[in-house]
């Protein structure tokens, strides 16, 4: 009897195709299925980075998300949409397990680390066997992009993400030796307003599209407009021991 095919959800790394394991390349190229998030009417970053690496008769299960930032994260009818369309999500996979095929979900950066793949991973608990490949997560990649260590000796890394409200993001500010901001994009005045408060200001790096085209790198200081895109996370880097 042959294996009973498996979903593989499978990590890019941080956006530069060269930072992806060997693991994920095979699976990528080897795929009969492969299934993606990406906004409407968008080709997806997720999908953009593999091109070139896929089968020619691949099947492609383009999974396109109902609402990104139309609706704010409070509404209630935010999360019943996305609950529905993770519930479809899964559906669709499982209709290619039953028809003997693996898919492969390509998630960018690291799978477990705040991506839409782990949705579906707890939807499909059981149902069919699992694989997860991990990335280099987007801020290891940013990080490496700023040319400066993020910690050092004892210092304790503290990763946010920028949806928080702003008491709360300032309140985990206050006690940071090393920080991450992620899910940056229009979060920025009210990140940059807590960065202040607690007097992270001065040390705080925006990265932008980290080890993709286009990356930037610069001191928060030095960005003058509001304007930040979905790949843009902020840094402030450890200050701890060092011999
Ligand atoms: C939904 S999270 C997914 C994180 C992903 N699973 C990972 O391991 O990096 C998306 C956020 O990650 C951050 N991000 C991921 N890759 C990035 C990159 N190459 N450059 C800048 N920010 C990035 C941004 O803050 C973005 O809003």
Not at 60 to 89: Q, S
Not at 205 to 229: I, Q
């Amino acid at each position: 009897m042959s294996a009973p095919a498996t979903i593989y959800g499978v990590g890019l790394g941080p956006g530069d195709p060269e930072l992806m394991s060997v693991k994920a390349a095979r699976l990528i190229a080897n795929a009969s299925v492969i299934a993606h998030f990406r906004k409407p009417g968008r080709p997806g970053n997720a999908r953009t980075l593999v091109e070139g690496m896929l089968a020619a008769d691949v099947i492609e299960e383009a999974l396109e998300y109902p609402v990104t930032t139309e609706i704010t994260l409070e509404d209630p009818a935010y999360a019943d949409a996305l609950r529905g369309f993770y519930d479809e999500c899964v559906q669709r996979l499982l209709r290619h397990v039953s028809a003997g095929r693996d898919v492969t979900v390509l998630c960018e950066g690291d799978p477990f680390l705040y991506g839409s793949f782990m949705h579906l991973h707890s939807r499909l608990d059981g149902q069919a066997p699992i694989v997860v490949v991990p990335g280099i997560s987007g801020m290891s990649g940013c990080w490496t992009a700023s040319g400066v260590p993020i910690t050092f000796g004892d210092d304790v890394l503290t990763v946010v993400p920028a949806t928080l409200d702003e008491a709360s993001l300032t309140e985990r500010m206050r006690s940071i030796d090393a920080l991450v901001v992620m899910k940056l994009g229009r979060n920025l005045p009210k990140v940059r307003r807590a960065l202040q408060a607690t007097g992270l200001a001065e040390r705080a790096v925006y990265v932008e599209r980290g080890t993709m085209a286009g990356e930037k790198v610069l001191p928060l200081a030095e960005k003058t407009d509001d304007e930040a895109p979905y790949f843009s996370m902020i840094l402030v880097h450890g200050r701890g021991r060092r011999p």
